[in-house]
């Protein structure tokens, strides 16, 4: 038997739309026709456990096998087979009445439904790098003669006998001249492990070293050689597809190092499992970030029945919890034809709102059972959750009573806990509570052990997204109130409407402010004198809580702001103590010179404790300090 013929489409476009608009990555190729093998092999398997087929189906392994010399690669595998009618209706008959119809409309919106299942549209992504491909086939029905195919990526095919004796199906590709890229071992590895690392049939891709024992020596101690073992390049049984109760800590953990080799153990994580509405499985992993380059690399991972599909999963993973780690596995997630994007539909809002609940109710269940350790692992998790609080209403609502302030001193406290703490001692004139928060303990020291010395508890905000999640609780808060530290005189920020006097006259605090603004000299700095206690520093640069806020939500956008601290234009208060003896001694100074010397070295003390001295001014603060020190 030989035959000849074309292949049934009813368009000369269709190999162009292939190569161009399906597959525009073309290591694609590689996924389908493995994954076409593993199909086969699976079908093998359901026919013998349903009694089907009498004799032993045997090793079941898929093979991939680069031939440099020939410049082939084969998939081979062992399962259903197909004899020259099958081979007929599955290649040939790629496309049915509306393949013209299909065409057209692909190349207007650039999209489709699930089409592959249909078209078998798959397969034909092997001439993206194939001059020709050639197939050999033998079905497992008994009598039925062997079949060869050989296309050269036209609509031209041909079809004979094959002498293929064993069970099974080899597609063999041909590779051009454009692709020789992919005839690199490197190169096959590489796309097997990303798009074939858990497979549910062992892949085989050449040999390997391994080092087994070989008796043992003359002290009795075991021996070893080296012997070739089969490479299998993938996992068949991931742990996402196993229950729960059968699994331990190290487990999970060890499959974590699978996934990301070389990054830490993770906080822990969450199993996903749920068959209805839709099918889903999954784990999820809280992981340690060190860097923003750890959240660029390390992204969690769509599969579609163990197939990798992407790790773009925005619309199926919730935006605040793109930081977490692990595998996600649905079939029910709808992909276009090359299986490369998600197509938004029902389905997709589902997964997205379970998922958030499934992390809620594990931070929830380690709060409730694990406390200590739950507020050891703050400081690694607090980014997810504020993010969630943020943008997600149902989520903030799960997990507000579970979210905590960390403050300077260590300790730990819920918000609720957090405001009966301060109810005593931060409350200002209207019954608000003041919280007082850092965005650095170093750089805001000075103001931090001024707090303290009143008594004032101050809280930890440091990380990038803070700016947003202060505004957000202060939106959703009854009666509270966030300030940074060092963003007014303490007395200001928790106004208790206690009236306090400077031992100075109205005349004598004109005159001081008189020598402050000739020295600072910028119209945009607001200078006062203010009644404090005669510890208190004499001279406090502050900036505005609302400018403070508007200067780090800049930095997280990414863009700059005019008001920031020592830009132009920034808006920056100096506030004098009116009760300090420095002060006075700057009154009773006998010449304007010495006056603004004394000024200026102040003025330049409290810039420096604010990291706002540099260049000239701050070599004029060290020349002006070690003649004050001479004399």
């Keep these: 038997m030989k035959e000849k013929g074309n292949i049934s489409i009813n368009t000369e476009n269709i190999f162009p739309i292939i190569k161009k608009f399906l597959y525009s990555d073309q290591d694609i190729f590689l996924r389908e026709l493995v994954s076409n093998a593993v199909d086969a092999t699976q079908k093998i398997k359901s026919l013998s456990q349903m009694g089907e087929l009498k004799e032993e189906i045997g090793d079941l392994k898929i093979e991939v096998i680069l031939d440099k010399k020939k410049k082939t690669i084969t998939i081979s595998d062992k399962g259903i087979g197909m004899s020259a009618e099958e081979i007929k209706k599955y290649i040939n008959q790629i496309a049915f009445s509306g393949a013209t119809e299909f065409v057209e409309k692909y190349k207007e919106k650039g999209d489709s439904q699930q089409i592959i299942g249909h078209f078998g549209l798959g397969f034909y992504s092997a001439f993206m790098v194939s001059s020709y491909v050639e197939i050999k086939s033998k079905s497992y029905v008994k009598n039925k003669k062997a079949a060869y195919w050989k296309c050269d990526g036209n609509t031209e095919f041909e079809i004979k006998e094959s002498d293929k004796k064993e069970r099974g199906t080899e597609v063999i590709l041909h590779i051009n001249d454009d692709s020789k890229e992919f005839l690199e071992e490197s190169k096959i590895n590489g796309i097997l492990d990303r798009y074939c690392k858990f497979l549910p049939v062992e892949i085989k891709f050449g040999q390997k070293d391994e080092s087994v024992e070989d008796g043992k020596d003359k002290d009795g101690k075991p021996k070893h050689k080296t012997v070739k073992v089969d490479n299998i390049v993938n996992n068949p049984s991931p742990i996402w597809n196993k229950s729960p109760k059968d699994l331990s800590d190290d487990d999970y953990k060890a499959f974590y190092k699978e996934l990301y080799p070389f990054s830490e153990e993770p906080l822990f994580w969450i199993h996903l499992n749920v068959d209805y509405p839709f099918n889903l499985t999954g784990i999820l992993y809280f992981p340690k970030i060190k860097n923003d380059f750890e959240v660029q690399k390390n992204k969690i991972q769509l599969y579609s029945r163990q197939v990798f599909i992407t790790d773009e999963v925005k619309d199926v993973v919730p935006e605040f919890l793109m930081l977490l780690h692990g595998i996600i596995d649905s079939p029910d997630i709808p992909l276009n034809v090359s299986r490369s994007y998600l197509q938004s539909d029902g389905n997709v809002k589902k997964i997205n709102t379970y998922i958030t609940k499934k992390v809620a109710d594990k931070l929830n269940e380690l709060f409730k059972d694990e406390r200590k350790e739950f507020d050891n692992k703050w400081k690694d998790i607090n980014l997810f959750v504020k993010y969630g609080m943020i943008s997600e209403e149902k989520f903030y609502e799960k997990v507000e009573s579970l979210a905590l302030f960390e403050s300077v001193d260590g300790k730990m406290r819920t918000i609720d806990e957090y405001k009966k703490h301060i109810s005593k001692t931060q409350k200002d004139k209207d019954k608000n509570h003041v919280i007082l928060y850092t965005s650095d303990i170093d750089k805001q020291d000075s103001f931090i052990q001024d707090a303290k010395n009143k008594n004032y508890d101050v809280v930890i905000f440091n990380n990038v997204i803070d700016s947003h999640y202060i505004n957000h609780l202060e939106q959703k808060l009854d009666k509270v109130q966030i300030k940074r530290v060092d963003s007014d005189i303490l007395d200001k920020l928790i106004d208790k409407g206690d009236k306090k006097e400077t031992v100075i006259s109205d005349k004598d605090k004109e005159k001081l402010k008189g020598v402050f603004d000739k020295i600072i000299n910028n119209k945009s700095t607001v200078v006062s004198v203010e009644a404090l206690g005669p510890q208190d520093n004499p001279v406090t640069i502050t900036l505005p809580e609302f400018f403070r806020r ?62 706002m001295l540099t260049g000239s001014e701050l070599t004029s603060f060290v020349k002006r300090s070690l003649d004050i020190l001479s004399k």
């Design 550 to 611: 508007m200067q780090d939500m800049a930095k997280t956008s990414g863009g700059g702001n005019p008001m920031m601290m020592g830009g132009p234009g920034e808006m920056i208060a100096v506030n004098i103590n009116g009760n300090h003896k420095t002060i006075e001694k700057i009154l009773k100074a006998k010449t304007s010179k010495t006056k603004e010397k004394m000024a200026s070295q102040l003025y330049d003390l409290a810039l420096l404790s604010q990291n």
